[in-house]
């Protein structure tokens, strides 16, 4: 473990009671285990003394790092900036709220060089409160398990240890973040969940609630596209179209049928029905057509910061220019 280096990964927002007691309570963690680190917090436009306090403590020790947004851009954008600056073989992200347990570190990096690419963090016995917290959180695992087939029983867990050659091939936005496993699984990664320690919150408010519900529903169903479809996005258009267009066909065999062998008149609400599922069918082909081009455009050409950074504290010129 001598030659092994970890980077720290955390996203703050309005945590300046907390940051300084996390930096303790990592630095006791990291020191009897491993020789190399560093120290990532990534100032996501907190409005207190956070930027402050993230500051002194560069000034104490240089293994603190800092990026500085110039506004609030979400956990996503800022767990994403950590991982494009980060330098290390193992890297391990967790929350500034104190309710990750940092001795839990240690174990996490373990079970990454026992050879698992991603290693999630399961809150077992989860200090939040039942009903606005733990009911939506069980559900949602279990719709999100459901959805992308990939089983965890705690995908709300920002404490998680990644390989370097994982997190070098995850683009976020939304709430993404939280999905990290299951846009991994794309690329035939091993993953493992294993309990970990979690904590009331003693300082500062949560920044969650049942207002992100449909945030995290709109982008569940993007995240099934992504899985499903991303690469093959006129098999879902195309399939819809034709079914729209085997329906409109029918109909109008239907009303054909009626018209001339039956001799009843096929001036009804059918026929604008008819109509109508033969052109959205041809729309939704094209539309199929057109998205098949704009996916090759996505995978071949995209490649933008979804963050803007104020300031890099703590960071080497070298380090800055050889991100991705």
Known sequence: MGNMFISIVIPVYNEEENVGILYEEIIHSLNHHYDHFEIIFINDGSTDQSFQKLEELHKNDRRVKILNFRKNFGQSAAISAGFAFSKGDVIITIDADLQNDPADIPTIVDKVLEGYDIVNGWRQKRKDKFWTRKVPSFFGNKLISFITRVRLHDYGCTLRGFKREVVENLKLYG????????????????????????????????????????????????????????????????????????????SGLYLTYVKYFLNQTANRPLLFFTVLAIFVGFQMITLGLLAEMLARIYHEGLDKDLYTIRDCIGFSDEDIDDRP
């Not at 035939?188 to 992100?212: A, F, N, Q, T, W």
């Not at 982008?219 to 006129?234: A, E, H, Q």
């Open 175 to 250: 709430e993404m973040h939280r999905y990290i496993p299951a846009l991994a699984s794309r690329m035939g990664i091993r993953s493992v969940e294993i309990p970990v320690h979690h904590r009331e919150r003693k300082h500062g408010k949560s920044k969650y609630g049942l207002g992100r519900t449909m945030r995290v529903l709109l982008d569940l169903i993007s995240l099934k596209y992504l899985l499903s479809f991303s690469y093959r996005p006129l098999q879902i258009f195309g399939s819809l179209g034709l079914f729209m267009m085997v329906i409109g066909l029918a």
